[in-house]
C-alpha cells in the first residue's frame, strides 16, 4: 500500500490538476517527498490542503488520487454593471485557471462552474479583482463572501476524513 503510494507521487504529473507540464521551480516539500507544480496556483492549493491530494497509510488514496471531484456552482455579483470589453478580460483570465468547468456571465453578475479541489472562489474572485483594477476595487460584491470561503475549506478537510480539531460542521 505504502510502497504503491510513493509510486503515484513520482509520475511527473502536478498533483493537483495532473498536467504534465510541471515546473522545477514550483515545489512543495510534503512529508519529506518533493511535489512539483504546474501553477502557483497549483501549489496554493496543495499547501493549504495537502491530504487531498496525496493520500497516506490510514487513509489510503487521497480524494484526487480517487480521481474524485467537488465541482461546484457559484454565483460572483458584481458591485456596477460590466462592459463588454471588461467581460472578454475577465474571461480570459478566469479560464486560465485550472478546474474551470464553465463560465456563464450576466451583466451583473457570473455563474462559475469549478472544481473546488483544484481552485477555490478566493482564488477566483482574486483573479477578477487583479483584472477589474481598472475599474477600480470593488466590483465583487463583498456580502458573504468570509462564509462561503470558511464552508468551502471545511467541506475539503471534510472530504479527506480529516478529524482535526475545528469548528467546522
Ligand atoms: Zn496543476
Do not use: W
Not at 5 to 16: A, I, Q
Not at 157 to 165: G, V
Amino acid at each position: 500500500m505504502v510502497l504503491a503510494m510513493s509510486k503515484l507521487e513520482f509520475t511527473g504529473h502536478c498533483p493537483v490538476c495532473r498536467m504534465t507540464n510541471i515546473s522545477s521551480s514550483l515545489t512543495f516539500n510534503y512529508q519529506g517527498v518533493e511535489h512539483y507544480f504546474c501553477s502557483s496556483q497549483c501549489l496554493e492549493r496543495f499547501v493549504a490542503h495537502p491530504h487531498l491530494f496525496v493520500g497516506d497509510p490510514k487513509h489510503g488514496l487521497s480524494p484526487k488520487q480517487k480521481g474524485l471531484s467537488a465541482l461546484k456552482k457559484r454565483r460572483i455579483g458584481f458591485a456596477k454593471p460590466i462592459d463588454e470589453e471588461l467581460k472578454a478580460e475577465l474571461k480570459q483570465s478566469v479560464l486560465l485557471l485550472m478546474g474551470i468547468e464553465e463560465l456563464i456571465f450576466d451583466q451583473e453578475c457570473l455563474y462559475v462552474t469549478y472544481d473546488l479541489l483544484q481552485v477555490s472562489l478566493e482564488q477566483i474572485e482574486s483573479v477578477i479583482e487583479q483584472s477589474s483594477e481598472r475599474l477600480q476595487s470593488g466590483l465583487v460584491n463583498q456580502v458573504s463572501r468570509t462564509f462561503i470561503h470558511f464552508s468551502e475549506e471545511c467541506e475539503l478537510d471534510n472530504l479527506a476524513h480529516l478529524t482535526r480539531d475545528s469548528s467546522c460542521h
